[in-house]
C-alpha cells in the first residue's frame, strides 16, 4: 500500500512537472503528459463536485 501511494505521489509531481515544463514550450511528449495531467485534474474535480452535490442534497433541511 505503501508503494502504490509512493507511485501516486511521484507521478503526480511528474505531472506537475511536465505542466510547467510545457508552458515553457517543451517537447512534444511532455506536451501529451502535460495535457493528460490536466484532463486528469478535470475529471477528478468534476466528480468531487459531483460527489459534494449529492452529499448536500441528501443532508434533508437545515
Do not use: D
Request: include cysteine; proline fraction near 3%.
Amino acid at each position: 500500500m505503501t508503494v502504490l501511494l509512493g507511485v501516486l505521489v511521484v507521478a503526480a509531481a511528474g505531472g506537475c512537472v511536465c505542466v510547467v515544463w510545457a508552458v515553457r514550450g517543451g517537447p512534444r511528449p511532455v506536451r501529451a503528459v502535460a495535457a493528460a495531467t490536466l484532463a486528469a485534474s478535470g475529471l477528478l474535480r468534476r466528480s468531487t463536485r459531483r460527489r459534494r452535490r449529492g452529499l448536500g442534497g441528501t443532508s434533508g433541511g437545515g
